[in-house]
């Protein structure tokens, strides 16, 4: 019984260790960007966000967005090798987009 909890205890670490990078990268954005811009980005209103900001807490529809935001963002950097590239392309007019 020890050798099974032993076991489920180590694939839980090892999920939750999975996510880290995103929980991090999470709270970046959340302490960096939050303010109009960032509401914006995720569709949530500014009082909303301040509030949420205020209360430390996002709800699941709100963290899934900022997850998705994130994982973008990163894919971004990688690509333009660095963060202000990336921000300014994400931020940019896409034509293919008429104008998006």
């Given at each position: 019984?020890?050798?099974?909890?032993?076991?489920?205890?180590?694939?839980?670490?090892?999920?939750?260790?999975?996510?880290?990078?995103?929980?991090?990268?999470?709270?970046?954005?959340?302490?960096?960007?939050?303010?109009?811009?960032?509401a914006a980005a995720l569709g949530i209103p500014e009082r909303t966000m301040a509030r949420r900001k205020r209360e430390g807490m996002l709800n699941s529809e709100e963290s899934a967005k900022v997850v998705r935001l994130a994982r973008v963002i990163e894919r971004a950097q990688n690509v333009f090798e660095g963060l202000d590239a990336s921000l300014h392309w994400l931020k940019s007019p896409n034509a293919a987009l008429s104008g998006a």
């Amino acid at each position: 019984m020890n050798g099974l909890v032993s076991s489920l205890n180590d694939q839980s670490r090892a999920r939750q260790d999975r996510w880290k990078p995103l929980r991090s990268k999470r709270e970046e954005i959340l302490a960096d960007r939050v303010g109009p811009e960032l509401a914006a980005a995720l569709g949530i209103p500014e009082r909303t966000m301040a509030r949420r900001k205020r209360e430390g807490m996002l709800n699941s529809e709100e963290s899934a967005k900022v997850v998705r935001l994130a994982r973008v963002i990163e894919r971004a950097q990688n690509v333009f090798e660095g963060l202000d590239a990336s921000l300014h392309w994400l931020k940019s007019p896409n034509a293919a987009l008429s104008g998006a």
